[in-house]
């Protein structure tokens, strides 16, 4: 166990969550928001934002660049002036986490076509472009570097790029992030096929538009981004976490709690909403939000793919496999969309759960990484007790998983690690203390 005790929780499981919270922005949606902010000068005021630590950390980023960030956690109000635009710290920078630095490529490549400064790029960030630039491989013989005293700029507009898509998968949703904010002040029309669609992508599209891009989505999966030779700032509402709203129900389900998630919307989660009320759970839609709750008697099973949107997300399916442990029969999930995500349910198993990972697709769509020897499909039978144990929390999604786990099962567990639940689900300590869970 770890020797902090400020990352470690203690539950004490067996108790339905009954109450009501309040969700706000997507964590997949804000941090881009406001990196997209680097590529106007003046002021971006993004409205509706989580108080995770992602928010902070794209901050920090923002601010080695010389923009004025201010940061209402209160209120939910992230204001961005990007007016003074300046060289990054190297050692800084390498000191990032490796995902935020990510998203600044495009940006830093972008900003030198209205800022006339260049970023210097550490380790980190290069091997990011290395990824990035695979990725547009169309484009790469166009996207060149120069240097000079030791720094390194983006200078060559892309001209046209057309997404690399293998014939039976979709681009993922951080390349569509990525080259959007390249081609926004990229000279030329710019090409994506096969682009993802995902509510997040469409609420970006949406700030780069009222930014003054132009950009067109057609029905196939493809947008057209004419490039313009200036952008400016937003004032924007982030759309609700579909994410963090369907493992707070997964947890209702899971205890069979009662939870009126606040902030939550229907047309983003039409597809959980589906499998939830297969399995036997209740919900009702409000303009204010989205109550769901355990009605009693026995849940039922099901099978589940995921898939790109419009599908059942990948990171659905972590939480929901906890309630689907209480299902009663066989329950099948068939992981298409990432790699090695199962390995969340050894802790489950530790737990009492039923649970076995097979290599073979479990289901008729086509699987991203193909014939490569993942244990990817998940069979779940139930109902089975869950006892509480000591628990080590891997990540994000799997960490949340985890704690509804141990809020269903009896007696007591320790969930260590849980500051990572803090990078996605804001202030969930007192959301868990407004539904009445029992931990310290």
């Not at 209205?114 to 290395?130: D, L």
């Not at 067109?216 to 509402?237: A, C, M, N, Q």
């Amino acid at each position: 166990m770890s020797d902090n005790k400020n990352d470690i929780l203690h539950v004490e499981g067996g108790k339905p969550l009954n109450g009501t919270i309040k969700v706000r922005g997507a964590k997949n949606f804000v941090s881009k928001a406001m990196v997209a902010a680097l590529l106007a000068p003046g002021t971006s005021v993004l409205k509706n934002v989580p108080e995770i630590r992602d928010v902070h950390v794209v901050s920090d980023l923002l601010r080695l660049h010389g923009v004025d960030v201010t940061v209402d956690g209160a209120n939910g109000v992230v204001t961005i002036d990007a007016t003074n635009v300046q060289l990054a710290d190297v050692a800084t920078w390498t000191r990032c986490p490796a995902r935020p630095a990510f998203r600044f490529c495009s940006p830093a490549r972008c900003c030198t076509v209205w800022a006339k400064r260049s970023f210097r790029r550490s380790a980190a960030a290069t091997s990011a472009v290395v990824r990035l630039t695979s990725i547009w491989k169309p484009c790469a013989s166009s996207a060149r570097t120069w240097t000079r005293n030791t720094r390194t700029a983006f200078t060559s507009p892309l001209r046209t790029v057309c997404m690399a898509r293998r014939s039976t998968c979709r681009t993922r949703p951080c390349a569509t992030e990525q080259t959007l904010l390249a081609a926004v002040l990229a000279e030329g029309k710019t090409e994506l096929s096969g682009a993802a669609i995902e509510p997040e992508i469409m609420d970006l599209v949406s700030v780069l538009q009222k930014m003054g891009a132009i950009i067109s989505v057609d029905v196939d999966r493809t947008f057209r981004i004419e490039g313009v030779k200036e952008l400016k700032g937003y004032t924007h509402t982030s759309l609700t976490d579909r994410i963090e709203a369907a493992s707070w129900a997964s947890a209702a389900l899971a205890t069979h709690g009662d939870i009126f998630v606040k902030g939550a919307t229907q047309p983003e989660m039409m597809t959980f909403l589906n499998v939830f009320r297969k399995i036997g759970g209740e919900f009702d839609i409000t303009d204010k939000g989205i109550r769901f709750w355990h009605p009693g008697g026995d849940l039922k099973p099901v099978a589940i793919e995921t898939d790109v949107h419009p599908g059942f997300m990948t990171d659905w399916q972590q939480p929901l496999v906890v309630a689907l442990t209480q299902a009663n029969g066989l329950s099948i999930v068939h992981e298409t969309v990432y790699e090695n995500r199962f390995g969340f349910t050894k802790p489950l198993v530790q737990m009492g759960a039923t649970i076995q990972l097979y290599r073979e697709c479990l289901g008729s769509l086509p699987c991203r990484f193909q014939q490569r020897n993942y244990k990817h499909s998940a069979v779940i039978f139930g109902p089975t007790p869950l006892t509480g144990r000591d628990i080590d929390v891997p990540d994000l999604r799997g960490g949340f998983s985890h704690l509804i786990a141990a809020l269903a099962a009896k007696g007591p567990s320790n969930v260590q690690g849980i500051s990572l639940i803090d990078r996605g689900y804001a202030d969930f300590r007192g959301k868990l203390e407004a539904l009445g869970a029992d931990f310290d």
